[in-house]
């Protein structure tokens, strides 16, 4: 006797659209956001429009600092309050290897001479590296505590920071330092607009081709067991601890590296980019993109910065307008403008 065949279901109303439906929305929308990033600075270059160009690198190193802090906050649950240490600590790394390197200068003279370099491989090289190091010693600690303890510390570690950097006369003390020449390429001109765009923009691509990485592989998995449960993580033989603090240096390590690019991108560096003003900024980015979605902090980059340039130049007080967009964000639509464009994850 025949079986009778089985039906085919068709979506009904109201219900989830199909796993393959919501991957290809979720897809277009990530390949819009960086078909508008890339497209926009070229265009403006083929226009001769230098500052839209400088614009987009902006965005493209603010959105790669926010997928550092993502990766801590949204991925790992570390609400850190702290992420301009890491920042600030790489502008710093790019700005004083070019001072020595322009006056000839050794950065450490004793017990081994370390010449300055205005090679931007090398001065990325020690801004990962030395970022690295600061969060894996603020990791160690911060990371014995939880909730507004954690937060405080990571805020009290960058503020140590900053105020040591406003206080260090050698380099600028407030006043900051300028960065006379761009950092050079081996293989191109990094004085050009575009040229230096091309590198901020394949780094925001690499800094989101790890995180994904990172996510879809077994450390993801624990990482994200640590953020819902660590008791039942614990229970399975793994120690929630050092999972914690590794995704902790990752993302600084993204962020000191973004750092370094922007003070290039400005030719100076200051002490603001230390201060708790530049950790709210990062941490306002990530919640308005979507907190915990890969693509969120490109998104809540693009917003923040059109933001601050259009409604900037019409006025001092445009922050207004972002607190009622943030309101609006956290009130209305919790993950963020991502989660309006692309719809919700399959575990939210």
Same mark, same amino acid.
């Given at each position: ?19 393959? *439906? ?190 994904? $990485?990172?996510?879809?592989? $077994? ?50 560096? *200051? ?78």
């Amino acid at each position: 006797m025949n079986k009778p065949d089985t039906p085919t279901l068709a979506p009904q109303p109201g219900l989830p659209a199909p796993a393959a *439906s919501w991957h290809d929305r979720k897809g277009l929308v990530q390949i819009g956001l960086l078909a508008l990033l890339l497209l926009a600075p070229l265009a403006a270059h083929l226009l001769g429009h230098v500052y839209y160009v400088n614009l987009a690198s902006r965005v493209t190193l603010v959105a790669m600092a926010a997928v550092g802090l993502n990766l801590a906050i949204g991925y790992g649950g570390m609400v850190s309050f702290g992420h301009a240490a890491y920042f600030g600590l790489g502008g710093y790394v790019a700005g004083i290897s070019a001072y020595h390197a322009f006056d000839f200068t050794p950065v450490i003279g004793w017990p081994v001479a370390i010449p300055g370099s205005d090679s931007m491989p090398v001065i990325w090289l020690a801004a990962i590296l030395l970022c690295g190091l600061l969060a894996l010693v603020i990791g160690a600690i911060s990371l014995r505590t939880t909730g507004v303890y954690f937060i405080m510390i990571t805020l009290a570690f960058a503020q140590m920071l900053y105020y040591f950097a406003n206080s260090w006369p050698t380099y600028g003390g407030e006043d900051g330092l300028p960065i006379y020449l761009r950092n050079s390429l081996p293989w191109a001109d990094s004085s050009d607009a575009l040229t230096f765009f091309l590198v901020c923009f394949a780094g925001l691509v690499l800094s989101l081709a790890l995180t994904s $990485r990172i996510m879809k592989s $077994r450390f993801g998995a624990a990482l994200t067991m640590a953020r819902l449960n660590d008791t039942r993580l614990a229970t399975a033989g793994i120690a929630p601890y050092p999972i914690r603090l590794v995704a902790f240096v990752i993302s600084a390590m993204i962020t000191g590296l973004a750092g370094a690019l922007y003070a290039d991108l400005n030719g100076f560096v *200051s002490p603001t980019m230390l201060s708790w003003h530049m950790s709210g900024e990062l941490m306002v980015i990530v919640i308005l993109g979507g907190v915990g979605r890969l693509y969120g902090p490109l998104a809540g980059a693009i917003l923040f910065v059109m933001m601050e340039t259009l409604l900037g130049g019409l006025t001092e007080y445009w922050k207004l307008f972002l607190g009622l967009v943030l309101l609006f964000v956290v009130l209305f639509a919790k993950h963020g403008v991502m989660g309006w464009l692309a719809g919700r994850e399959r575990h939210e």
